[in-house]
């Protein structure tokens, strides 16, 4: 993927030249800081077929950022040992 700077917060990644049945994939992540150690990354679909996106999410984006997201908030965060 392909990856630019879009605005002051943010970062659109956009897949190969060749796309799927929508053209091709463009994602974009807008970076927030919620305290001076904690940020928030939202993620959408810019462009491209939702499949793709799903799968893209599912395969690539999730597996590789597993040590440092905490799910939907049915999940409970890490607790430190006392």
Excluded at 11 to 21: D, F, H, P
Excluded at 27 to 34: H, M, R
Excluded at 46 to 61: I, M, N
Excluded at 62 to 73: E, F, M, Q, S, T
Aim: charged fraction near 30%; aromatic fraction near 4%; proline fraction near 5%.
């Amino acid at each position: 993927m392909r990856v630019t700077k879009s605005g002051a917060r943010g970062v659109r990644l956009e897949g190969a030249e060749r796309g799927g049945t929508k053209g091709r994939l463009a994602v974009a992540a807008d970076i927030f800081s919620v305290a001076p150690s904690v940020l928030v990354v939202d993620v959408k679909k810019d462009a491209g077929d939702t499949l793709e996106y799903r799968s893209f999410c599912s395969e690539e984006l999730r597996p590789a950022l597993k040590d440092i997201v905490w799910g939907a908030a049915a999940e409970t965060p890490p607790t430190a040992a006392v």
